[in-house]
């Protein structure tokens, strides 16, 4: 993903832009973010173990606060403290995020 999506994602969510240099050097930020979700992500999280009563979870949309950092390859990694972290993705329909799978602290 080029950096103007990263650009317009920093100041969807926080006002600031996201460092257009690599994206491990990338700081994250820490944002309060809205986006769909899938069946995928519910499965990965009754799976393993994530607390769905952590998350406003709302007709097929949630709401999370966590530290957000870019993945190398097209992605984003929401990181929920007491909580887990939450792979994201760009919606190509709208402009939020798609939360598209779950991974718990310590865990798989």
Known sequence: MGS???REVASRTTGVLVS?????????????LRGRVTGHFLRR???RG???????????????AGWLRPL???GYNLVVPGFGQ???RMDRRSPD???????????T
């Open 4 to 6: 103007l999506a990263r």
């Open 20 to 32: 257009r240099s690599d994206d491990r050097s990338a700081v994250p930020l820490f944002v309060t």
């Open 45 to 47: 999280l009754e799976e």
């Open 50 to 64: 994530g607390d769905p009563d952590r998350l406003v979870l709302e007709g097929g949309r949630l709401e999370a």
């Open 72 to 74: 190398a390859h097209e």
């Open 86 to 88: 939450i792979r994201l």
């Open 97 to 107: 995020f798609v939360a598209v799978t779950f991974l718990p602290f310590g865990g």
